[in-house]
């Protein structure tokens, strides 16, 4: 018989303790830290409107906000003005962002599969990248008048850069293996993009478009803000202009909402789609 | 060391020549390596083969040669009377990596080469010959599994299969387990061995290990570096089916001490 048993220890039976080194603070649920945050947000807020340190016209109670915000909340729900120009804006996201979909995984594609993509064109992506892309926006509405198409131009402007860089880094994710595999299986160049290359890339692809989900949004409404027009981004002008922050802060805030959703609309896509690949969430998520 | 002789090599008298190199050499244009000289062999018909030397004298070069990967230089490839031009059918290969893609199951990757040359329908058809092999090297059950849940071992047995799946008529094989631990190591050998028995496929492989080499191989050839080339080729006469116990023998510990010995005087020129 062997010195070592499978149960040589003198407390056989006895489990052993491990002492797990989570702060208090990392301990807490989810949904009660978020509400701590939140209230103290609030709380601030309350205190600084209600102490009188800011003006009620640069900065409206949260209860104010909350009142413009059910009202806003019946304009949309009983299909008003609101509702109209919400419409508005998210069709110049929809078609930007279908646009940018469209013309920036194109250019990924042109850029990270080819050599001549890679050496001509990626540089003036580059250089037109940095450009402050916003300052386009009168040149589109000379283009293309005050109308929703202009905002479509800028959304999709601003959206397709993300895209095209996150597909063009998508095709270079795959290892050299695997190329050198479907080299021996005599793969054509196209099978090995569609059946290899563009799976492989599939996690940086999203990336680009959850990047580009973001700045459709700010397109949208940066050329409302500057094109005019009766989108979403137009009412919160007015409302800007005729001091009524109250209505400025809950416009906003259902802006966001639709941002959220269509953030969250692609996140839920990647989830389906590349169902291998486990995004890491954050650095505290066990 | 006379070099010219020992480039003069013809494999174990099994069956025809399968593969024939003549003169084979390899410079990379890009940084003007001479990653092989003059390499001649030939492989007949269900032998064994195996590769060693040490990093970098041309192993995987010689290997990507014969695969059709990459051209050599100078020198001629043939393989079943036909001259190896670009990938073949009849060529499977393995490498270090399993290489699994996570998006399709075990299965699924098994059938990928038919589903390339071929055709979806006709990777179709192939499940059923994909399932017999799994069940071969011992993955029943695991068939509609996604590679990551395989375990290394598991995910090696996995690209075994896709190598098999077109029943190539040669296997070449580029350290095709050096990334497993040495107990699933040996089993794999040993699978492999069965393997090529039964298929009665021509295998050729690279590896770092002189056991592994000595263990499974007909002949080894021993390589050495700048410029990569055939020092010696040593045949192993140890009866057929091979045992891991034979690993004990007195005959299976003079060779390998002959190919160490062979290996240590490639260090120094
Ligand atoms: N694609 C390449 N371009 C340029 N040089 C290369 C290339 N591949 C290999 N070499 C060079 O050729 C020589 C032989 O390389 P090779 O990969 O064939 O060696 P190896 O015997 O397989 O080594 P290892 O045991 O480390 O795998 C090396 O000096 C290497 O630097
Ligand atoms: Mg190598």
Redesign the pocket.
């Known amino acids: 018989m062997s010195d070592v048993q499978a149960n040589s220890s003198a407390d056989a039976g006895q489990d052993t303790v491990w002492v797990q080194e989570i702060s208090l603070i990392d301990s807490i649920p989810r949904w009660i830290a978020m509400t701590f945050v939140f209230v103290v947000f609030v709380g601030t807020w309350q205190l600084t409107t209600s102490l009188g340190l800011v003006s009620p016209i640069i900065l409206p109670t949260p209860m104010e906000t909350l009142k413009d915000m059910i009202f806003v909340g019946q304009n949309l729900l009983t299909g008003g003005y609101m509702l109209l120009a919400l419409w508005i804006t998210m069709k110049e996201v929809i078609y930007g962002f279908a646009l940018a979909i469209a013309i920036g995984f194109s250019l990924g594609v042109l850029v990270g599969e080819t050599a001549f993509g890679e050496k001509a064109v990626m540089p003036y992506l580059v250089a037109i990248d940095t450009m402050p892309k916003v300052a386009f926006a009168p040149l589109f509405v000379a283009w293309l008048g005050f109308g929703i198409e202009s905002k479509v131009a800028l959304a999709a402007f601003i959206a397709t850069f993300p895209i095209v860089v996150g597909t063009a880094a998508g095709l270079h994710a795959a290892d050299e293996n695997a190329r050198m595999l479907f080299k021996t299986m005599g793969a054509t160049r196209m099978q090995t993009l569609i059946k290899m290359k563009l799976p492989t890339g599939l996690p940086q692809i999203f990336t680009g478009l959850k990047i580009g989900a973001v700045g459709v949004m700010a397109g949208a409404i940066t050329g409302e803000f500057l094109g005019g027009g009766r989108g979403f981004g137009e009412l919160i002008r007015v409302a800007a202009s005729q001091l009524n922050t109250p209505r400025v802060f809950s416009l906003i805030l259902y802006l966001s909402l639709v941002g959220l959703a269509l953030y969250v609309l692609v996140q839920w896509t990647q989830r389906k789609v590349v169902f291998w690949h486990k995004e890491r969430v954050g650095a505290h998520d066990a | 060391m006379n070099t010219a002789l020992a480039n003069e090599y013809s494999g174990a008298p099994h069956g025809a020549p399968v593969y024939e190199l003549t003169n084979v050499s390899k410079t990379?244009a890009?940084?003007k390596?001479v990653?092989l000289t003059e390499v001649t062999l030939t492989l007949c018909k269900g032998s064994f083969t195996s590769v060693i030397?040490?990093?970098?004298?041309?192993?995987?070069?010689?290997l990507k040669i014969m695969a059709g990967l990459i051209p050599p230089t100078k020198g001629r490839v043939v393989l079943q009377g036909r001259p190896v031009t670009g990938p073949r059918r009849d060529i499977g290969m393995m490498f270090q990596q399993a290489t699994l893609f996570p998006w399709k199951t075990a299965v699924e990757n098994i059938v990928l080469p038919i589903e390339i040359r071929d055709g979806a329908a006709a990777a179709k058809k192939a499940l059923d010959k994909a399932h017999e092999l799994m069940e071969i090297v011992g993955l029943k059950g695991f068939e509609n599994v996604y590679p990551n849940e395989l375990s290394g071992g598991m995910a090696q047995r996995t690209s075994i299969c896709r190598m098999l799946i077109t029943e190539p008529a040669v296997l070449l094989l580029d350290?095709p387990f050096s990334a497993l631990d040495e107990l699933s190591r040996d089993m794999m050998n040993m699978e492999l061995q069965r393997i090529c028995r039964e298929q009665n496929a021509t295998a050729f492989l690279?590896t770092?290990s002189i056991q592994e080499a000595v263990i499974l191989s007909d002949d080894i050839i021993v390589?050495k570096p700048r410029p990569?080339r055939i020092a010696e080729v040593v045949p192993v006469d140890l009866p057929r089916p091979r045992t891991l116990d034979m690993m004990t023998t007195p005959k299976f510990g003079a060779i390998v001490d002959h190919i160490r010995g062979l290996l240590d005087k490639g260090e120094d020129m």
Not at chain 2, 53 to 62: A, Q
């Open positions: 990379y890009r940084n390596v990653a030397g040490s990093s970098g004298c041309g192993k995987s070069t010689l350290e690279v770092h390589m990569g």
